[in-house]
């Protein structure tokens, strides 16, 4: 009996380290793909989206065995409410995620400091447009994550290109707006460079939007016993 609780709680050392890991790559490259391009607005959002969905895609690969690669507290919250994730777990994970935005961001820091701005997400539109956006790719990529991470009839090998397809798509849509999508995203920025502008859109919203695209999956899915009849 000893032995399987000492298993069980190493599996979940390394699941919490592993989600660590996966969130730290994904803000450190988001995060510097940003502040390397601020000079240009163009260059910025594609390379920032093409960096942001490469990662994405290798880091699930990568890790998404082992962890699942939440990578988002909103997400790992919201697997908990859809019963995808048991909520025992939530809190270390969200403890994992935000220590490695924070972590990252100030490994980035110091390499680039005087840029470090760049990497802050503020809305460049208004309050309504930057909700209404946000709003709208979250719950796309939600939306996306839950048909495939929950769904066992959705071809799970390709999550990873999936979701960093989707990212991507994202970014480039309404990166020019906004496009965080993910509160650790811009949590460990603030704090770097103590710019808390703006931060409640990005802090509160993620959690409403994720929720609802995961909720929206889990309404629409079909279940098992009705996924071979035909429509009359």
């Known amino acids: 009996?000893?032995?399987?609780?000492?298993?069980?709680?190493?599996?979940?050392?390394?699941?919490?380290?592993?989600?660590?890991?996966?969130?730290?790559?994904?803000?450190?490259?988001?995060?510097?793909?940003?502040?390397?391009?601020?000079?240009?607005?163009?260059?910025?959002?594609r390379n920032c989206a093409t960096t942001a969905g490469l990662t994405v895609m290798v880091v699930i690969f990568a890790t998404g065995h082992i962890s699942e690669a939440h990578i988002n507290p909103a997400v790992t919250f919201s697997f908990a409410v859809v019963k995808h994730f048991p909520w025992k777990h939530v809190s270390i994970y969200i403890g994992a995620q935000v220590l490695a935005s924070v972590c990252a961001v100030f490994s980035l820091k110091g390499v680039y400091h005087p840029f470090m701005n760049g990497g802050v997400t503020v809305p460049s539109g208004g309050y309504r447009q930057s909700f209404a956006l946000e709003f709208i790719i979250t719950i796309n990529l939600m939306f996306i994550v839950t048909a495939i991470a929950t769904d066992t009839r959705s071809v799970g090998k390709l999550v990873g290109i999936a979701v960093g397809g989707t990212m991507m798509l994202n970014i480039l849509t309404v990166g020019y707006i906004?496009?965080?999508?993910?509160?650790?995203?811009?949590?460990?920025?603030?704090?770097?460079t103590n710019n808390y502008k703006d931060i409640w859109i990005y802090?509160?919203?993620?959690?409403?939007?994720?929720?609802?695209?995961?909720?929206?999956?889990?309404?629409v899915k079909l279940p098992k016993e009705c996924e071979n009849k035909v429509f009359n």
Do not use: D, W
């Not at 069980?8 to 502040?35: G, H, L, M, P, S």
């Not at 906004?178 to 770097?192: D, E, H, K, Y």
């Not at 802090?203 to 309404?219: D, S």
């Open 1 to 45: 009996m000893r032995a399987h609780v000492y298993v069980r709680a190493c599996v979940r050392k390394k699941k919490v380290v592993v989600e660590f890991i996966a969130t730290f790559i994904i803000i450190f490259a988001a995060t510097a793909a940003t502040i390397l391009n601020h000079n240009s607005e163009t260059l910025k959002t």
């Open 178 to 192: 906004t496009g965080s999508m993910n509160l650790v995203r811009t949590l460990g920025p603030a704090i770097a």
């Open 203 to 219: 802090m509160i919203y993620p959690v409403i939007q994720t929720l609802a695209g995961a909720c929206i999956y889990t309404a």
